[in-house]
């Protein structure tokens, strides 16, 4: 798809990428030979996926313990880094979460957290990121979105409105953020699989109804793999893709029928 060192002398930081998607995100970014920062709230999760890619890409990975939906935690972060390097080309807004409550009746609380760490979490990190890129007249911002945010696919109304919201705010802020010569772009990913995900869990708690709902909607009849995210992103983020901005790619072995 790409070269072998599309992303290089690139500095990245990628939010929640201690496991499943961030994970293969991150790495993915690292094949392309970018610096990339890996961050999340778990330290077992994070020393694990620092010291198994820092083995695959030595002198490429960083990490940063901390809640990367606080501003001032981001703030810091992005300090740190451009004091360090110079510069910050790549910023993946990747942290989320599906696990909601379903029907109609959702109390204020969920409807909250959703927002916050669907939709609000991104909104800061690429706000912050975006007084550096700015001045750098040069970056890409790339959010993780979701089908549920494409579409109705019965996801839990707060996750998938907290989703819808986000890809509006990257479609709305795209045309501002390019006359700094800057991109920002989405994926929304479809049904994935991963150890420890939302579809590990239903599987093993209904294997047979998740295999039947993923044959039905599914036309290509399987999961989702992180790899088949992490790629996107890679492209996403190189000179490959250097006229595109404002876009959805929505990664899903076919299931929306939208067009």
Known sequence: MNSTHD???????????SR?????????????????YLTGRSQEDLDQTYNSLSEQFPDQVCRYLGDLSNTVTIAGLLKTIHEDH???????????????????????????????????????LSRESLRYMTEAK??????????????????????ACAK????SYMKNTAPIAARYGIRMNAV??????????????KMRENPEQTRNYI?????????????DIGSMVRYLASDAAS?????????DGGQTRSL
């Open 138 to 159: 040069s970056g890409s911002i790339i959010f993780i979105a979701s089908v549920a945010g494409v579409e109705t696919i019965a996801a839990p109304v707060p996750y």
């Open 7 to 17: 992303l290089a002398e690139k500095v990245a930081l990628v939010s929640g990428s």
């Open 188 to 201: 929304s990913p479809g049904n994935v699989f991963f150890p420890g995900g939302t579809w590990d869990k």
């Open 243 to 251: 006229f595109i901005t404002g876009a959805d790619f929505v990664v």
């Open 20 to 36: 499943g998607i961030g994970k293969k995100i991150a790495y993915h970014l690292l094949s392309g030979g970018a610096k990339v």
């Open 86 to 124: 110079g510069h910050i080309d790549i910023v993946v807004a990747n942290i989320g979460s599906g696990r909601s409550q379903s029907g109609w009746d959702v109390p204020d609380n969920l409807w909250e957290e959703s927002m916050q760490i669907n939709f609000l979490s991104a909104v800061r």
């Open 215 to 227: 044959r039905d909607t599914v036309p290509l009849q399987r999961f989702g793999t992180p790899d």
């Open 164 to 167: 819808a919201a986000l890809l």
